[in-house]
T-cell receptor, first 110, second 115 residues
Framework: ELKVEQNPLFLSMQEGKNYTIYCNYS?????LYWYRQDPGKSLESLFV?????AVKQEGRLMASLDTKARLSTLHITAAVHDLSATYFC??????????FGAGTRLTVKP | GAGVSQTPSNKVTEKGKYVELRCDPI?????LYWYRQSLGQGPEFLIY????????DSGLPNDRFFAVRPEGSVSTLKIQRTERGDSAVYLC?????????????FGAGTRLSVL
């Protein structure tokens, strides 16, 4: 059974600081997604990572994938308050359905 | 264009009652997914449809849960004899199931409260 683990589960950061969220998964997969969820809202797609070594960047967020290590990272650069949300990674099992991590609840403080 | 639409947005019911939750996917999306999200948790997979058929229903917790997609578009998740533990947000997503990205687009969810 595919297991997806994220850490940390809770992250409180100061504005302007950098940090990395980690996503480990237990079986082979070549497709990994990052989603953002604001309180009371649904999930918004951020990145799709399709191959080993893939790196995607959007604004202050950068995601990478190492399929050999079964690890993806979401790096936050110079955090701002607007980035406060819960971030989920999700791994494609290879048949078009996904398994999600428990999420990382990020709070960026002034 | 219109996104994934879920109705109702909130549903309050009593223990033991039957409920139906509806999902209207993005037009043209052949794949449809149901998830359940409890407070503070990630979405938990329930069932996945490809067209009209359930391609994977391994996430349905027990036989009180059932979902249909008779015409390959709108889907209904049905829960019989509801229990307090069924309280959660039920999310629906759809995807085109083509191309290598195959991003799932989520609806706003139905918040089910079983009293």
């Amino acid at each position: 059974e595919l297991k997806v683990e994220q850490n940390p589960l809770f992250l409180s950061m100061q504005e302007g600081k950098n940090y990395t969220i980690y996503c480990n998964y237990s079986t082979t997969s070549d497709r990994l997604y990052w989603y953002r969820q604001d309180p009371g809202k649904s999930l918004e797609s951020l990145f799709v990572l399709l191959s080993n070594g893939a790196v995607k960047q959007e604004g202050r967020l950068m995601a990478s994938l190492d399929t050999k290590a079964r690890l993806s990272t979401l790096h936050i650069t110079a955090a701002v308050h607007d980035l406060s949300a819960t971030y989920f990674c999700a791994v494609d099992r290879g048949n078009n359905d996904m398994r999600f991590g428990a999420g990382t609840r990020l709070t960026v403080k002034p | 264009g219109a996104g994934v639409s879920q109705t109702p947005s909130n549903k309050v019911t009593e223990k033991g009652k039957y409920v139906e939750l509806r999902c209207d996917p993005i037009s043209g999306h052949t794949a449809l997914y149901w998830y359940r999200q409890s407070l503070g948790q990630g979405p938990e997979f329930l069932i996945y449809f490809q067209g009209t058929g359930a391609a994977d229903d391994s996430g349905l917790p027990n036989d009180r849960f059932f979902a249909v997609r008779p015409e390959g578009s709108v889907s209904t998740l049905k829960i019989q004899r509801t229990e307090r533990g069924d309280s959660a947000v039920y999310l629906c997503a759809s995807s085109p199931n083509t191309g290598e990205k195959n991003i799932q687009y989520f609806g706003a969810g139905t918040r089910l409260s079983v009293l």
